[in-house]
């Protein structure tokens, strides 16, 4: 029950319909037992008014925390740091996105940065820095130097032989 984690799931909340649209599977998890969570979740729903859709796992052992590098030496000893992992659906970490303690994470960043990582398995390209859906995208670079010349005859918005662009 720590004002900024009362945030992030009310914000987490917000954004379930448009992850679920997505295909994610959101789940919290909280050092926390399952009557802390129970209570916790009752008081923002009777308090703020907001529904938690989304289980959250129970780690009071720390066995979860400590297995995907949650608690940080020097932050604190009994909490974990604010994380977000992105596993996809072969079981691969994808992404990790650390706050501190003391810092709410960014709702519109998760979503963003989910939609770039679909973007880039369905067409098998990159996205740039701030990509959001609908910009151009990077072309993988070439490998060989047949590829390089190739490239520049394929249309792309080329900067240079390593770097070209294309709209979906």
């Known amino acids: 029950m720590t004002p900024v984690c009362t945030t992030e799931f009310m914000a987490f909340a917000g954004i379930a319909d448009e992850l679920k649209e997505l295909n994610v599977q959101l789940v919290g998890l909280s050092i926390d037992s399952v009557h802390s969570h129970l209570a916790w979740v009752r008081n ?7 529904e938690i859709p989304f289980p959250i796992i129970a780690d009071l052992d720390m066995k979860v925390a400590r297995r995907y590098g949650m608690i940080h030496p020097g932050q604190s000893s009994t909490s974990t740091i604010r994380t977000v992992f992105f596993i ?4 691969v970490m994808r992404a990790m996105l650390y706050y501190p303690i003391s810092n709410g994470r960014s709702m519109p960043e998760i979503l963003r940065l989910t939609k770039a990582l679909r973007t880039s398995d369905e067409h098998g390209v990159a996205t740039p820095a701030n990509w959001e859906p609908g910009e151009k995208v990077i072309v993988p670079a070439p490998r060989t130097p047949e590829e390089i010349e190739k490239r520049m005859q394929e249309g792309y918005e080329c900067k240079d032989w390593y770097l070209c662009f294309k709209k979906l």
């Open 44 to 50: 923002i729903k009777e308090k703020m008014g907001v």
């Open 88 to 91: 996809d659906d072969k079981g």
